[in-house]
């Protein structure tokens, strides 16, 4: 899942002067807002992450992503395309259980590591935002397996996801909110998938030009029983909180992670920078 919460959109506020929003880093919560027609965000950075938990192969450890990518370009004044992922991952054995996917494991010491999964996205702004009316979009996104299962942090499965997304400006105050639905391939019974519902909330507070405190819920509550919900598709949850700070283009943030299930982790932090620029001219 990828990588975008605003005060104005970076964008849209620095290269063309008009107020917007578009969802940045640290935060994963997606805005309706779209960065503008014929721009391209380029987002790097790193994530760290204590004791998570695999539940297919069975391990838990200490994970490193570094960097993490993302690709976002602005097809028209309503949409964009966006393409993440991450070229390395490292994760450190700290404990291995029996788990369904166990037996694929091919790891030699104490650690582990290999690519991450890639997702392809594509959000639409269906209705601008106005005094009085909240903006709305939605998001389609679909994860490729990218990830090895004999690292142990893959899974092997395509995934798809479709969210609505709203959100609204209050004085300094941006709001936004997504709720959707996961459809997870099973690793273990190639011929079935999961589902999940996914929702999320986040706040982005500007303190002062260029710098803004911001704050996230981001969960899924598997819509299976518990008997028969299959591996990857289990209740996930995190809380981000963060800071983020603007110089014409560019934008540094860096944030704390800390897992609300026993499968997240008990604690991470992430960093990274962004990057706008007029890349394209759309007809």
């Not at 004044?77 to 029996?98: H, M």
């Not at 269906?126 to 090895?148: D, I, M, N, Q």
């Amino acid at each position: 899942m990828k990588t975008r919460v605003p005060f104005l959109a970076l964008a849209t506020l620095l290269l063309s002067g008009v107020a917007a929003s578009a969802q940045q880093r640290p935060l994963v919560t997606e805005d309706p807002e779209t960065i503008g027609a014929g721009l391209i965000l380029i987002e790097a950075g790193f994530d760290s992450q204590r004791e998570i938990f695999f539940p297919g192969s069975g391990i838990t450890g200490d994970l490193l992503r570094m960097p993490t990518l993302g690709v976002s370009f602005g097809v028209g004044s309503i949409a964009e395309i966006q393409v993440d992922g991450g070229i390395f991952n490292r994760l450190n054995v700290n404990e291995r259980q029996p788990a369904p996917l166990a037996y694929r494991l091919d790891i030699t010491g104490d650690s582990t590591s290999g690519l991450e999964d890639l997702t392809v996205g594509t959000k639409i702004r269906l209705v601008p935002e106005a005094p009085g009316r909240a903006a709305v979009g939605v998001r389609f996104a679909t994860k490729l397996p990218f990830a090895s299962s004999e690292n142990g942090v893959g899974l092997g499965t395509t995934d798809f996801f479709a969210s609505l997304l709203i959100g609204k400006t209050v004085q300094s105050i941006r709001i936004v909110g997504n709720g959707g639905i996961g459809i997870l391939g099973d690793p273990v019974n190639g011929d079935k998938t999961g589902q999940v519902l996914t929702y999320g909330v986040s706040v982005a507070r500007a303190v002062q030009q260029g710098l803004e405190v911001v704050g996230e819920l981001d969960a899924r509550w598997s819509m299976e029983d518990d008997e028969n919900t299959p591996v990857g598709s289990e209740n996930r949850g995190a809380v981000r909180f963060g800071g983020r700070f603007t110089k014409a283009t560019v934008r540094i943030d860096g944030g704390v992670i800390i897992g609300l299930s026993s499968r997240d982790p008990s604690f991470g932090f992430t960093g990274g920078v962004t990057w706008v620029f007029r890349g394209f001219k759309v007809p």
